[in-house]
């Protein structure tokens, strides 16, 4: 029996195994059943900027906790795009299902409709396998043409099962319930009549002069007070 050849052919076929990679695995928090868009017009718009991200998350492989002070990066679990890319879209969408509003971020629109501008910073964004997953962010909500803002902090903590599927299923929850409080937000700023600064800087681009001593005097007007939906501290408005 010649084992010359039977040993090349065999040592040929265990490198080619080894050079083969593994295949890889895509995760995105984009997916879900698709919602019905509403046939009437959307009564305002929102602009959601491109959202913050910690900078140990910021790559397309999933990042995950091992001990509070060590984590691992998984070469063959990946997000289909960048964590800040896919948090936006899901984030985008819950708005818009949830308030029934149109994201018009870089978007021409009509003026005549009202926009919030909304800003996200993920603090942390935490996946412990088998444990939960963990989205901590401050956010505002502004007016467009409004001193007002209102800035809150919603921390969002999943329990998940076993595997990476639960682990980003939990991600996808989180951001659910961050969505819901902005949501929440953006209805409170959308409550609060237009303040005494914009009024005037409405009345001075358009040449009409204000009536009365408030022509004189006029000064913006304080900013209210508004509760945060994530928790029970106020938030103040502020001028920009």
């Known amino acids: 029996m010649k084992f010359g050849p039977l040993m090349l052919t065999l040592a040929a076929a265990g490198m080619l195994a080894a050079c083969a990679s593994p295949t890889s695995r895509f995760y995105t928090l984009a997916g879900g059943e698709a919602?019905?868009?509403?046939?009437?017009?959307?009564?305002?718009?929102?602009?959601?900027?491109?959202?913050?991200?910690?900078?140990?998350?910021?790559?397309?492989?999933?990042?995950?906790?091992t001990s509070p002070a060590q984590v691992q990066v998984l070469e063959q679990d990946r997000w289909s795009s960048l964590p800040s890319d896919e948090v936006r879209r899901a984030l985008s969408a819950d708005l818009t299902q949830q308030l029934g509003a149109i994201d018009v971020y870089n978007t021409p629109h009509p003026e005549s409709v009202p926009v919030y501008r909304v800003k996200v910073n993920v603090q942390r964004?935490?996946?412990?396998?088998?444990?939960?997953?963990?989205?901590?962010?401050?956010?505002?909500?502004r007016a467009a043409g409004s001193s007002t803002v209102l800035t809150c902090r919603t921390v969002a903590q999943e329990p998940v099962g076993s595997g990476y599927d639960a682990l980003v299923d939990g991600h996808r929850k989180a951001v659910d319930e961050l969505a819901s409080a902005i949501s929440a937000g953006m209805r409170s700023v959308a409550s609060l009549p237009v303040d005494a600064s914009a009024a005037t800087a409405a009345s001075a681009s358009s040449g009409t002069p204000a009536k009365g001593k408030a022509a004189v005097t006029a000064r913006p007007a304080k900013a209210p007070l508004l509760p945060c939906p994530s928790s029970g501290a106020p938030a103040t408005a502020s001028a920009s």
Do not use: K
């Open 125 to 141: 964004f935490e996946s412990w396998p088998g444990e939960r997953a963990v989205l901590d962010a401050v956010w505002s909500v």
């Open 35 to 65: 919602r019905p868009v509403p046939s009437s017009p959307a009564a305002f718009y929102f602009e959601l900027a491109p959202v913050d991200m910690p900078q140990q998350v910021t790559r397309n492989q999933l990042v995950v906790q």
